[in-house]
């Protein structure tokens, strides 16, 4: 009746005694220790299978990456060089359009504007100056034109003045003035006449007489005067003064021209100067604009609702830029601020370029948070790379990836940018096919092949399909139920891992190479040391830009080689040769073979350079 009662006082005992416990249970402990050590191991251990069956293949790219918002806008510096950070509202802040942002150091701005408005006040008054003296110089041209205008009226009046006034009135005047010379001669004759007739019958004195002959006498040279005046006149001053009028005005004619250029020059002159302080006025308007943008400039305002993320140096760990902060000096168009909508969101992954391929725009994927690994978000590729992604190849020359956009569909909840999630791209979805892991797929002579489990050596050719990352499709070759190796055997002759393309066995392209020189005691004909004459295999001698290495293609076909190109190996090319002068079948080459093998190659050389000079030989 009362035997129960020590086993149920048992973990009570246990539990009062601490130490107890601790001892029992490193006891236990070392006993599945020493029976895990000493357990009999399997003698014959079956190789990992894997049994093929049709199902359903999931095939998709997996990738990690950071959220970004869709609808991201960057607040940069637009002041002209470089700025002082004087206020910046912290970073993870939500900020209204509107609020301000970022306030930089605006002393130098103020300076400007302040300069630049005196220099437009200068333009101004200078235009104004140039305005006047443009309409002063109008009006002294406008004078200088009309008196000389004047001058060439005046001298043609002048000339036409003589040609139907003058000239006829002087010519007049001498031909009246021979006229009354010739009528008073005519009276002075009559009354010579006269006189004489009355000195004859003695009324009239001799000194009257006298007097009437002298009245004759000097009427005759009046007339004779007036005639050669009126002859003068004809002939020199009527055409001299007529020439010097239509000179003066040929030269008035030709002042006025001179005028007129002068006066289009000084005009053009001062229109050009107007224009010259038109443009200085604008150029300082303009840069007094530009100077009042860059104050204004030096406080930036929240274009839109969002969230406040500071811009990153834009050079990484070798950037001279410092960081976003107060006291900070940014340059010109140097991100400062973001300021992204989180209402829709898309993650940026980079996709490898064996996989980029099987990407396309519109694919559907899916979209796990690294903060919410149990809840996925819908989401749609939106854009991929043409070009790999050039940031990526600084760490690793070799890597070649291509960024790649997935938009989320999905109402995401409060999370920020830059959050590190995985995406799920599904390529496609194939039903009732076959898959096997990747692992049971290897290449055996450029096919894909597995191993059965009935013929663990025997390679089985198959077409492969789509694959993920861990399964691969079969689309024949193997049937449902089959088991394969996971780890196929290994085949020394298959290509290795390192790099190398060719394998042993492969057949190799037919070309134009040297003579496969034969081996002898101390390597002496493959370069190794060695007296190899000039001409002797092993030995290479240069004409010119011309090698060679032992006889021609004739000499070796004549003495038991093979030209190159025949596909014979270098093994052949031996054994022929020890054939042609092993005389005693030792497998070796004496002294006296040696002498003979050489003899026979100098006796092949001169075929060989019949063509060209030989080159000197050397010991």
């Not at 861990?470 to 002759?493: M, R």
């Amino acid at each position: 009746m009362n035997s129960p009662a020590p086993s149920k006082s048992l973990p009570a005992a246990l539990a009062g005694r601490p130490k107890l416990l601790a001892a029992l249970a490193l006891a236990t402990l070392a006993v599945v220790a020493l029976w895990l050590a000493f357990r009999p191991a399997k003698s014959n251990a079956q190789p990992d299978l894997f049994e093929v069956n049709r199902g359903d293949f999931l095939v998709s790219i997996v990738e990690g990456g950071t959220l970004e918002a869709v609808d991201e806008i960057s607040i940069r510096s637009e002041v002209e060089g470089t700025a002082r950070i004087i206020f910046i509202v912290p970073e993870g802040s939500y900020v209204k359009a509107g609020d301000l942002l970022v306030e930089l150091d605006s002393s130098s701005s103020q300076d400007a504007v302040n300069q630049q408005q005196i220099n437009v006040e200068k333009a101004q008054f200078a235009l104004i100056q140039a305005e006047q003296q443009l309409e002063i110089q109008k009006s002294v041209v406008d004078s200088e034109i009309q008196a000389a205008e004047l001058k060439v009226e005046f001298a043609a009046s002048d000339l036409e003045k003589f040609a139907k006034g003058e000239a006829l009135q002087t010519q007049r005047d001498a031909q009246i003035e021979i006229t009354n010379v010739l009528e008073t001669l005519q009276i002075a004759q009559e009354r010579l006449e006269w006189s004489e007739k009355l000195f004859k019958e003695g009324f009239e004195s001799k000194a009257n007489l006298d007097k009437d002959r002298l009245t004759v006498s000097q009427t005759r040279l009046k007339l004779e005067q007036a005639e050669k005046a009126l002859w003068m006149i004809e002939t020199f001053d009527n055409p001299k003064k007529k020439r010097t009028l239509e000179s003066a005005l040929e030269e008035a004619k030709e002042n006025l021209e001179r005028v007129k250029l002068q006066g289009e020059r000084k005009l053009a002159q001062s229109e050009a100067d107007v224009e010259a302080q038109r443009k200085t006025l604008d150029l300082n308007t303009q840069k007094l604009e530009r100077d009042k943008q860059q104050l204004l400039a030096t406080k930036i305002y929240a274009p839109q609702d969002g969230l406040v993320v500071y811009g990153s140096a834009g050079g990484g760990h070798f950037s001279s830029e410092s960081l976003i902060e107060e006291g900070a000096v940014v340059r010109n168009r140097q991100e400062m601020i973001k300021l992204p909508d989180v209402s829709e969101m898309k993650l940026r992954v980079k996709i490898h370029e064996t996989h980029i391929t099987q990407v396309r725009i519109g694919q559907p994927a899916y979209v796990v948070l690294d903060s919410m690994p149990d809840q996925r978000f819908q989401g749609i590729v939106n854009r991929v790379a043409p070009l790999p992604d050039s940031q990526s190849r600084w760490g690793n020359p070799d890597l070649k990836v291509y960024a790649t956009e997935i938009l989320v569909t999905d109402k995401l909840p409060d999370v920020k940018p830059g959050v590190s999630a995985r995406a799920e791209i599904i390529i496609t979805n194939l039903t009732d096919t076959l898959t096997v892991p990747l692992q049971a797929v290897t290449t055996r002579k450029g096919k894909q092949v597995v191993y059965l489990a009935s013929a663990p050596t025997e390679p089985v050719p198959v077409v492969i399909g789509e694959y993920n990352t861990k399964f691969i499709q079969i689309t024949s070759g193997v049937k449902d139920g089959d088991k394969v190796l996971l780890a196929p055997p290994l085949d020394p002759n298959e290509k290795d891992l390192g790099g190398s393309i060719l394998a042993t066995g492969d057949k190799l392209p037919v070309a134009n190479t040297n003579l496969l020189r034969p081996t002898v005691e101390g390597n002496e004909l493959n370069g190794g040391p060695g007296n190899v004459g000039p001409g002797e295999p092993g030995r290479r001698e240069r004409n010119g830009d011309r090698s060679r290495t032992g006889p021609t293609d004739a000499a070796r076909t004549e003495i038991g080689g093979a030209p190159p190109g025949n596909g014979e190996s270098r093994t052949n090319n031996f054994r022929e040769m020890m054939k042609k002068f092993d005389a005693d079948g030792d497998g070796k080459l004496s002294d006296s073979e040696r002498s003979t093998m050489r003899g026979a190659f100098r006796q092949m050389a001169p075929r060989e350079g019949s063509n060209s000079p030989a080159g000197p030989r050397r010991n």
